[in-house]
């Protein structure tokens, strides 16, 4: 397999665009990662996105973007797998400029998701569950994870205003992030006061629902020296999966996908977890970031909570989580934010995350999941 | 990259399946390919369908059916390009065994379509062409085809009745298929005096709505020779993108997707396309098995509805196409068909296809197709 590079990364404002199209949001991003790279071509295209079908009745949609990005006839591939799509765009993309197929590989992420009402975006993100054996049942996502949270705080004594300082932490940092969808603070008080959504979470508890997208260009290695900029290595890559429905797991508040993903990468990079310099993670829900670092093995099981609380996850923290801002605090279009990740890992190893720089940071991860953890892709980055 | 072969397959038999769900239709018919393979574990899957998410309610999909494999925590990711989804997932299980990342890997192709009535249906399909430009007006397939017909006609000569004679073909080759939606075979005067669907097309010029799935196993040649089973090789993968709506292209009747995906699966073969023996392509409707034989390049442009009715394209002709019933007569559950294409192909190709066999055939060809030609994928199989 050749090393692989990324040359170029992408991602403009996020929020409500309801004066852009879906294809009109993706077309800006990916030009911005191309003339980041400054490439005159490409060689294929790679696109994360969960739902277009029911988000802006659009399938089809690999062959739609390269025809509008002006890239007909490259191969472009549409992947899914849930709020993991974009992450999973991401390793098919390694694999195959890895592989030797390709040299210039777009990977783009993208969701529109504000064209529908909430109910009708929460029915569409509810497909991400089983719709079998959950979604039958009425249960939602904020349901699904209210369960976790609850779990969580019985058997491990996480509080609810831990639950909280994951929200004010990811705000904290996207107030520093100019492309965030909120990039303001917010309090404890603030979270705990927050209308109820499932007990025990609240509404500042949530990602929200955004729209947005997220390109990066992939290359070898040794075609990426002979550009002459910063080159970013993908030294690991992740993907597992586990049950999608929480009752057919053992252990509701242990991410097996994040833990066998993360596993899988780090043996790939020949890294080991506190080699790692900054995170970002998929804080979907704020319980969500405390069961992966849990499962990341950056703390004990059960501890998540109380080193978000002790400040380790914070920018100037032993283990930076999330210094974009996350899905929180930056926006959850869910096909992109995969891909997001990776655009911010890459500016940190850059240097140039301006007032969110994690200092001297040589070594990044991204962990990004589907569903309630039915499945999760990481990558190991490394500065050249 | 390494060589690839494909070591398993499995198909059920396809129709309207309403007693199954779509978890039951995949393990049944990935099981069937894992014990074709005599393998005992599987690295990685993909997952070809189009739209799980209209038809079922169901995205989240690899995740899902790894699981119900009794495969989890593998890695599963699903792929969509429309109708292409199937021949696109082997096109990236073909890059996965390639790039050295996995070893045995299971591609399976799936659609669940009948859970939904025809205006239902006729929607999610209408998806895959353009929504701004094409659905926004009210035009559904059918209809686009209709136009690529009438074109066809005007501009070619092509008759009516060659038309029809595809149908006809397909079917008499579907006769022989006991897998097939529709094994019967049918007449020109049935064709020509069944309900108008678009005009030119009649209701025996489209392909079914079907429920189906189709699933191949891959692993590199140095791995397959070990286990002392009939090898096919996948020598050529060709992967190419157009324009999704008609109104964007030069010449309608022209699918240069087609053309491009094939130009690229042969080269990498090292073969021409009269060197092939068998061939099985994407006839959604009757017409796109004429545009297909000539943008691959079996007749000269114009000249297809003519081959088809000197008889070149039967099973006893010097290129046979569709020996499996096509489309039309095996059924076209959207996102399996690719993958059905290619475990027709391994059968011919082992000599196992029984009265439909093609004899002496050692080189296959299969074409599979999203919209209206907005994706075409090509696969160049070999024989050992």
């Given at each position: 397999m050749r090393d692989v590079a990324i040359i170029g990364v992408g991602m403009m404002k996020w929020g409500e665009l309801w004066e852009k199209s879906l294809r009109t949001i993706f077309v800006e991003t990916a030009l911005a990662a191309i003339d980041d790279a400054g490439i005159d071509h490409l060689d294929a295209m790679y696109i994360g996105c969960m739902s277009s079908g029911l988000f802006?009745?659009?399938?089809?949609?690999g062959s739609l973007l390269a025809d509008y990005l002006g890239q007909k006839p490259i191969p472009a591939a549409r992947v899914e797998s849930a709020c993991a799509s974009g992450g999973l765009a991401l390793r098919q993309g390694f694999i195959d400029v890895a592989s030797g197929m390709n040299d210039f590989v777009l990977v783009g992420g993208i969701e529109k998701m504000t064209d529908l009402n909430a109910n009708e975006v929460t029915y569409a993100l509810g497909t991400a569950a089983d719709q079998e054996y959950e979604g039958y049942h009425g249960i939602t996502f904020p349901g699904l994870y209210a369960l976790i949270a609850r779990a969580h705080m019985e058997k491990y004594g996480t509080t609810r205003e831990q639950l909280a300082m994951v929200a004010v932490k990811n705000h904290d940092n996207g107030a520093l992030n100019p492309l965030a969808q909120y990039p303001f603070k917010i309090t404890v008080e603030a979270v705990l006061n927050s209308p109820l959504v499932a007990d025990p979470l609240r509404v500042l508890d949530c990602s929200p629902i955004t729209d947005g997208a997220a390109a990066v260009i992939l290359a070898p290695v040794e075609v990426a020296k002979k550009l002459n900029k910063p080159i970013v290595k993908i030294i690991g890559s992740g993907h597992a999966t586990d049950s999608i429905a929480l009752a057919h797991r053992e252990d509701i508040t242990w991410l097996e996908a994040v833990y066998q993903s993360a596993r899988k990468a780090l043996a790939m990079a020949g890294k080991k977890i506190e080699d790692i310099d900054v995170f970002e993670v998929h804080d979907c829900f704020t319980i969500a970031e405390i069961c992966i670092i849990e499962a990341l093995g950056l703390v004990e099981k059960g501890k998540g909570g109380q080193a978000v609380e002790a400040g380790l996850t914070r920018i100037d923290g032993p283990f930076p989580v999330n210094p974009s801002g996350g899905l929180k605090a930056k926006g959850h279009p869910v096909g992109a934010t995969g891909v997001a990740q990776a655009v911010e890992i890459v500016k940190q190893l850059r240097g140039e995350?301006?007032?969110r720089q994690v200092k001297g940071a040589r070594l990044g991860l991204t962990q990004n999941m589907g569903g309630t953890g039915g499945s999760s892709v990481v990558h190991i980055f490394a500065a050249e």
């Open positions: 802006v009745g659009q399938e089809h949609l995350a301006g007032r």
